[in-house]
């Protein structure tokens, strides 16, 4: 196999502003190398997000595909799980997504995934490059073009997915009031109704979608979220949920409208799934809180860390076969339905965990041990970073802390107390994670290395 000379694919697909870093051209011929990358025995789905330059991008991906000879049916506006879950169940041989998840309104992007529903491997994207760059793209003349269809079931086969998964009576005997915040995006056409389906009261903000985001953008994090904790605390609600622009991630606050990040509520999940899926194991990535480990210990179940990355995480659940999968920042997978970040799924399985332990999101959250974390970035020329990191890691070497290299460098300097400088892939930064069970330790562990980390990229 070639090698590709150069990188389209980051990593979550291909990214970039239309008219400007990525053409109509461009997306056309890469749709053509993976349409034939793929074959033409099965259909491909293609999908897209709210966004207001994706109709024009699924134009070229559609146009890439049948001039490659595939078959395609064209899915419309849902959130990416409900595409990739479409591909999984529908027959298809694979899927093109046009979104760009939550980046600001003015990107978008594709995203490639097999007929498991799942990113493909870093390896088939380079295969699917090579195609790309040497033109060898499947070119048949006007009797083997492919056919073009709509595909219509994707939102209903999405909600009726999911609530295979949960014990509906349950959720819906506790008639829970639930706020959702759309944040404009493509959980519009879903979650809404999913909730209504499980016998939810449903208060939505933000709910209609718009490319634009005008709402509180496409990002959920918790400084935008305040509309939403207010209409938790107003409405009486049990909880609130915001979606990103592409409904896969998914960040709560309690009923008292406290915010809290992925892995502390991925931890309250993990804590009640695995007493349904004994021994696990859970994937989650290395900048993820050790709160996970406990949780996973006292059940008897083993935690497999990954690079940073959601494809990571959906690859190593593969891999060992893990039901359960989670970030930091909101994702959370469920390998029965399907092993990739999906908000709507991670909506219904709250659901189930208040219902089935019938206590309130916060004292479901209040049964796990307090962490205290901190998070930055520091900027730093690419050039110098892996000077920048050596320095660092003899610092951390002298002090005799454990090192863990999965990403980065994840100094433990006690048992519940770590640092993680990482150098971000995309951006002349380091990133900055860091925590303890003991506040006055993570301050003092914290500083230590802001200071060494601004010294070493003086010195560098
Ligand atoms: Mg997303």
Not at 392 to 415: C, F, N, Q, V
């Amino acid at each position: 196999m070639a090698v590709a000379s150069r990188k389209f694919f980051g990593t979550n697909g291909i990214r970039g502003v239309p008219g400007k870093d990525i053409t109509l051209e461009f997306i056309a011929e890469m749709s053509q190398s993976i349409g034939t990358f793929l074959g033409s025995s099965k259909p491909v789905l293609v999908g897209n997000d709210v966004r207001n330059s994706s109709p024009s991008l699924v134009g070229s991906v559609l146009s890439g595909l049948l001039s490659a000879g595939n078959n395609v049916n064209a899915g419309g506006l849902a959130p990416t799980p409900a595409h990739q879950f479409g591909v999984r169940t529908l027959g298809y041989v694979g899927g093109i997504i046009v979104t760009a998840s939550h980046n600001p309104p003015q990107y978008n992007g594709i995203k490639f995934v097999g007929s498991d529903g799942v990113e493909v491997r870093r390896e088939d994207e380079a295969a699917v490059e090579a195609i790309y760059l040497e033109k060898k793209y499947n070119r048949p003349d006007w009797q083997a073009v492919g056919r073009s269809g709509k595909e219509s079931r994707v939102i209903e086969n999405y909600i009726a997915g999911i609530m295979s998964q949960v014990n509906v009576p349950r959720i819906s005997g506790r008639k829970f009031t639930v706020v959702l915040d759309i944040g404009n995006g493509a959980q519009a056409v879903a979650s809404p109704y999913l909730c209504e389906r499980l016998g939810c009261k449903v208060i939505t903000i933000n709910a209609q979608p718009d490319g634009n985001f005008p709402g509180r953008g496409p990002e959920p994090t918790p400084a935008v979220l305040k509309d939403m904790c207010e209409a938790v605390r107003s409405y009486h609600a049990d909880f609130g949920v915001a979606y990103d622009g592409d409904g896969d991630r998914s960040l709560f606050c309690d009923e008292n409208g406290e915010i809290y990040w992925g892995d502390r509520t991925g931890s309250m999940l993990a804590d009640y799934l695995l007493s349904k899926h004994e021994g696990g194991p859970v994937v989650t990535t290395v900048s993820t809180s050790a709160l996970v480990g406990i949780v996973a210990a006292n059940h008897g179940a083993k935690v497999l860390w990954t690079t940073v990355g959601s494809v990571d995480v959906s690859r190593a659940m593969i891999d060992n076969n893990a039901p359960l999968g989670l970030e930091e920042n909101g994702g959370f997978f469920y390998g029965p339905h399907i092993p990739v970040r999906d908000g709507a799924m991670t909506t219904a399985l709250v659901l189930e965990t208040l219902a089935a332990r019938n206590i309130s999101f916060s004292q479901a959250i209040s049964k796990l041990k307090t962490f205290y974390q901190k998070k930055s970035k520091f900027e730093c020329p690419k050039e110098k970073r892996p000077n920048v990191m050596k320095i660092i890691e003899a610092k951390a070497t002298r002090s005799g802390a454990k090192i863990d290299r999965t990403d980065g460098l994840k100094i433990w300097t006690d048992d519940n107390s770590w640092i993680l400088l990482r150098p971000s892939g995309t951006e002349p930064i380091i990133r900055i994670y860091s925590e303890s069970d003991d506040e006055e330790k993570l301050e003092k562990m914290y500083a230590g290395y802001e200071q060494a980390l601004k010294e070493a990229i003086e010195a560098s």
